[in-house]
């Protein structure tokens, strides 16, 4: 039973994690990873990198050329460009649309380990119990709402275990987030405080030269 708590217990901090720093950018930075295995993708990736900078330093090349003064380079340079921008764009659908198979692979298995774990759990293991409480410890109401909705009474279900889950991992994070909050804010106002005493003290050297 300890595992399932423990499982119940990274599904909610997994969703949260989600919900806190956004589904594309979980979605980007996995896909920044998977570019550095040494796949197909990852090549091709490379190759329209190259492809880019080369189209890049042609087209300046180009701009940099006068068609009247220079038609033959010109027109040579044209040429490379307009060949370099349609392999570009070829290269770039490509990638575009591996990314949003990949995107859609990820956006599926995301969902089935997070939201669809938070769904089925609870109606899988509705009639366990996650653990029994001290008899005698709580009222009748109180036992009844913690084994809601079909865990056995005396036992806290689920359910209840879940929303507990998601309270506790909402009051760590806002902690955490107040208390980076408070270091920054300290550090800022510290690094504001340092050019003023140090135009104050400008100015005092200033006046006693002043005055002396």
């Not at 708590?5 to 994690?17: D, K, N, P, R, S």
């Not at 993708?41 to 009247?68: G, P």
């Not at 609870?122 to 009222?139: D, H, I, S, T, V």
């Not at 800022?188 to 003290?201: N, S, V």
């Amino acid at each position: 039973m300890a595992t399932l708590l423990l499982v119940v217990f990274f599904v909610e901090l997994a969703v949260h994690l989600v919900n806190t720093i956004g589904a594309a950018s979980i979605s980007n930075l996995l896909w920044t990873l998977y570019l550095m295995l040494p796949t197909e993708t990852s090549k091709s990736a490379a190759k329209r990198r190259d492809v880019q900078t080369e189209y890049m330093k042609v087209r300046r090349d180009l701009n940099a050329t006068s068609s009247q003064d220079e038609f033959a380079k010109w027109a040579k340079l044209r040429r490379q460009h307009d060949k370099l921008m349609e392999q570009l764009e070829k290269l770039k659908s490509s990638h575009d649309a591996t990314k949003a198979k990949f995107d859609s692979s990820v956006g599926a298995v995301r969902w089935c380990l997070t939201r669809g774990l938070k769904f089925v759990l609870p109606f899988w293991y509705a009639k366990q119990p996650m653990f029994w409480l001290p008899k005698g410890w709580f009222p009748y109401y109180a036992e009844w709402v913690l084994s809601f909705p079909r865990a056995p009474m005396g036992s806290v279900s689920i359910v209840s275990w879940q929303m507990a889950c998601t309270v506790v991992i909402k009051l760590i994070s806002d902690t955490i987030t107040s208390i980076l909050g408070l270091i920054l804010g300290a550090k800022l106002q510290k690094r504001e405080k340092m050019p003023m005493a140090a135009g104050g003290d400008k100015r005092q050297a200033a006046n006693t030269k002043k005055t002396s």
